[in-house]
């Protein structure tokens, strides 16, 4: 089945700065590839996503690019924003339901 | 708001016991699915259903069972349960059949506590 690694587990940013947080997976039958924001006490909410027929997508100040070779995709954040701070999932999603790496806890520090 | 309702949102209980979660999606999904989050794992995919039936399987115990009512709600049972138990389970729908990509709209999760 499928298996996303998602690399840090923990980062830290002074407010202003970009954040960078990468994924991998292995099945390359894998099309559909979210990611998602939780905040404390909330549920994983859906920040943007990217298909396996584009390499790059962008929504302000939120950018995703896919390698499909290399089974990697990657979520940029610019500009951080103490509101930033939040634990964010990658997840990837081809014949079975989404599979979810072990996210990133993001701190912004003001 | 995500529009799905999951409750209990915390629960305490004894090893050995047995609990109920239950899961109301969005209005019109016919998705169901649960997750299981612990802090060490992530978000774990238990079990999906889809319009009552069963969709797919993930990572879910013997001693875990769930089901899909035809008004679309779900509960999750748990068995027998053990230390180890202890986690947040999410509940998501969606509203695009199984085959298909699409958000998943989460609940905020029953937070289990075993004692």
């Known amino acids: 089945g499928e298996n996303v690694e998602q690399h840090p587990s923990t980062l830290s940013v002074q407010e202003g700065d970009s954040a960078v947080i990468k994924c991998t997976y292995s099945?390359?039958?894998?099309?559909?590839f979210p990611w998602y924001k939780q905040e404390l006490g909330k549920g994983p909410q859906l920040i943007i996503d990217i298909r396996s027929n584009v390499g790059e997508k962008k929504d302000q100040r939120i950018a995703v690019t896919l390698n499909k070779t290399a089974k990697h995709f990657s979520l940029h954040i610019t500009e951080t924003q103490p509101e930033d701070s939040a634990v964010y999932f990658c997840a990837a999603r081809g014949n079975t339901p989404l599979v979810f790496g072990k996210g990133t806890r993001l701190s912004v520090i003001a | 708001d995500s529009g799905v309702t999951q409750t209990p949102k915390h629960l305490i209980t004894a090893t050995g016991q047995r609990v109920t979660l239950r899961c109301s999606p969005r209005s019109g999904d016919l998705s169901v699915y649960w997750y299981q989050q612990s802090l060490d794992q992530g978000l774990q995919f238990l079990i999906q259903?889809?319009?009552?039936?069963?969709?797919a399987k993930g990572n879910i115990l013997e001693r875990f069972s769930a089901q899909q009512f035809p008004d679309l709600h779900s509960e999750l049972n748990l068995s027998s349960l053990e230390l180890g138990d202890s986690a947040l389970y999410f509940c998501?729908?969606?509203?695009?059949?199984?085959?298909?990509?699409?958000?998943?709209?989460f609940g905020e999760g029953s937070r289990l506590t075993v004692l």
């Open positions: 259903y889809y319009n009552g039936e069963e969709r």
């Open positions: 998501a729908s969606s509203v695009f059949p199984p085959a298909n990509t699409g958000e998943l709209f």
């Open positions: 099945d390359s039958a894998s099309n559909y």
